[in-house]
């Protein structure tokens, strides 16, 4: 996403001769309109940044003066057993990424296709994209009761047997909301990759079927290439939500219980920041996961480009 | 040859029986909102799933009322509006400067700008909210306003910049040759003919800023200015017993974004095709 393959501004033609010195009068305005933009976004995210990278390194309690500390948060951080708890569940989170970027994948490739029903199936298939994730959150959250609909569903079609407390069990609470995350972005997905797909030249696949290739064959050597770029904007915006989108997923199905089993890192910033009052330490945690984050996906671009040329 | 997508008959029933259940799995929460909003809480109480025995509209009134959704939902209406306008009227001024006026700095401030689309916004919660209560912002809808449109400002200005970078030379020559000032390029010519790519940010801004939670739950105390996320999830809580009034409270909050899509589904598309195609 930050990297930008654009090509360079056009420039535009000299300027009709007729008005005096019309580049610089321009320029001026050229200012005034980038301006605002500017401005808003360096208070109100650039700052904010900024602000994370100082205060990492302090002792802030919020109220009194941050106090410089050196490290000591950094050291702490690979000791604090909550964090590396948070962290794995994170991580656990982030093991769904090949799914998330196969099966949306699969689908799109299909529908493409024009498989019976596609058009229903592209209309229906966004929808979860569409709910607020909070509603999503509780309605899970209901469905996943001891006497929920799941449950009693569960007992009607005679496997009372499998049902559970699902979200009371560390166990299934996890793969629970997995599911939930996965269920939620897989529509998309599918639309990016679409996208993708109707920007390759139809008749590369038609080609390579005159010459005997199937389905799978077009899919893995016709348009895995030519997707690229969505396969790499999948990748990394899949391992960020991994990472720092999951906090409304586990406060409204679990409020991160039970215990600390589906405890997030953003969580536990939200936890030290609001109700601990360590907000130099809870800054220390943004920070590694920001740094954390943009490694993975140097690593997963690294992975896509170079492991071919 | 369109049709056998799939070649062996049994293999492409078992993908459309698939595809088929999560297209079914995509609708449901729409569907088990709608049977449950309508029913009363006896009908409720006495069964869970299946189709609703009474239609009542009670419990449309008891969220609507009792919990405030009323409130709240006048509030996100508030926010959207706000946050959504000044984001794209942002990123339409800066996009004019980034397309079609030169200026000295301007290829270095457009590719600053563009760094922060993919910074996670929930890891600088703590700042945020210090700069914001620093600012008397807290429990003010400016607050999210300010903030949503900063966070959807790089993706919506590259767009208005792609699209801007679209718009004939010639134009803007004659234009200027008749003596047309910059301001008035850009309100005459460049604002109408960037209407299909307003629309477009309007509608996946307007989702983003609908649907947001973390930031209104942080910044947004005072049942005065809470938007509906936040009061949809203090309902679990109020109607823990009133499942009617609690699943109708969700589908106010669903409706509205689940109509635009709908309504303006092209536009949405259109937007995330952008993104990916950059």
């Not at chain 1, 998309?188 to 993708?196: E, I, M, P, S």
């Not at chain 2, 078992?14 to 449901?28: H, K, T």
């Not at chain 2, 919990?67 to 996100?76: E, K, L, M, R, W």
């Not at chain 2, 903030?147 to 718009?167: D, G, K, Q």
Request: hydrophobic fraction near 55%; aromatic fraction near 14%.
């Amino acid at each position: 996403m930050a990297t930008m393959t654009d090509q360079a501004l056009p420039v535009r033609p000299a300027a009709a001769p007729t008005r005096r010195n019309p580049l610089r009068s321009e320029a001026k305005w050229g200012y005034i309109y980038a301006l605002p933009a500017v401005l808003v976004l360096a208070v109100f995210v650039i700052y904010p940044f900024a602000s994370i990278i100082v205060h990492a390194f302090t002792r802030w309690d919020g109220f009194t003066d941050p106090t410089f500390i050196g490290l000591r948060n950094f050291q702490f951080l690979l000791q604090d057993q909550t964090f590396i708890a948070a962290l794995r569940n994170n991580i656990y989170f982030a093991l769904s990424v090949p799914i998330q970027l196969t099966l949306p994948l699969g689908l799109a490739f299909l529908i493409h296709q024009r498989i019976r029903g596609w058009r229903f199936f592209r209309w229906t298939y966004f929808l979860p994209a569409i709910y607020s994730t909070v509603v999503l959150g509780v309605l899970a959250r209901l469905a996943l009761q001891v006497d929920g609909p799941l449950n009693q569903v569960l007992s009607t079609i005679g496997l009372g047997g499998l049902s559970r407390d699902w979200l009371g069990d560390a166990s299934t609470a996890m793969p629970s909301i997995l599911a939930i995350f996965v269920w939620a972005n897989f529509g998309y997905n599918v639309v990016l990759f679409l996208a993708g797909m109707s920007s390759i030249d139809p008749q590369l696949p038609e080609a390579a079927r005159i010459d005997g290739a199937s389905q799978l064959q077009v899919l893995r050597h016709v348009f895995v290439p030519g997707l690229r770029r969505v396969m790499e904007i999948v990748l990394v915006t899949s391992t960020i939500n991994a990472f720092a989108y999951m906090f409304t997923y586990v406060f409204t199905i679990t409020n991160g219980g039970p215990g600390f089993s589906t405890f997030v890192v953003e969580f536990d910033i939200y936890n030290n920041a609001f109700a601990f009052q360590k907000l130099g330490y809870a800054c220390a945690m943004g920070l590694a996961i920001t740094v954390l984050i943009s490694g993975l996906g140097f690593l997963q671009i690294r992975a896509l480009t170079g492991g071919r040329e | 040859m369109r049709n056998s997508v799939v070649r062996p008959a049994p293999l492409r029933w078992v993908l459309i029986a698939g595809m088929s259940a999560l297209a079914v799995s995509a609708v449901f929460p729409l569907l088990f909102m709608l049977q449950a909003a309508f029913r009363t809480q006896a009908d409720w109480a006495a069964s869970k799933i299946g189709l609703p025995t009474t239609f009542s509209l009670d419990a449309f009134a008891r969220a609507w009322v009792q919990a405030s959704i009323g409130t709240y939902f006048v509030n996100s209406v508030i926010v959207t509006v706000g946050a959504v306008t000044l984001s794209v009227a942002l990123a339409a001024t800066a996009g004019y400067a980034f397309s079609a006026i030169q200026w000295r700095g301007r290829t270095f401030a457009y590719f600053f700008i563009l760094a922060w689309m993919a910074i996670p916004p929930l890891l600088l919660m703590v700042p945020i909210y210090v700069e914001m209560t620093d600012l008397g912002l807290v429990d003010t809808y400016w607050s999210v306003i300010l903030l949503y449109s900063a966070l959807n400002l790089p993706f919506n200005m590259y767009l208005m910049t792609a699209f801007f970078r679209a718009v004939p030379r010639e134009l803007l020559e004659a234009a200027r040759v008749d003596g047309a000032s910059v301001n008035l390029i850009f309100i005459r010519i460049m604002l109408p003919l960037s209407i299909p790519a307003i629309a477009t940010l309007v509608i996946f801004n307007a989702l983003y800023v609908w649907n947001e939670f973390v930031f209104a739950l942080l910044l947004l105390h005072d049942d005065s200015v809470r938007t509906l996320t936040v009061g949809v999830n203090q309902l679990v809580g109020k109607f823990f017993f009133d499942y009617p009034a609690l699943l109708a409270g969700m589908l106010i909050t669903s409706v509205p974004m689940v109509v635009v899509y709908v309504v303006f589904q092209r536009y949405l598309v259109r937007a995330i095709s952008a993104g990916a195609l950059k």
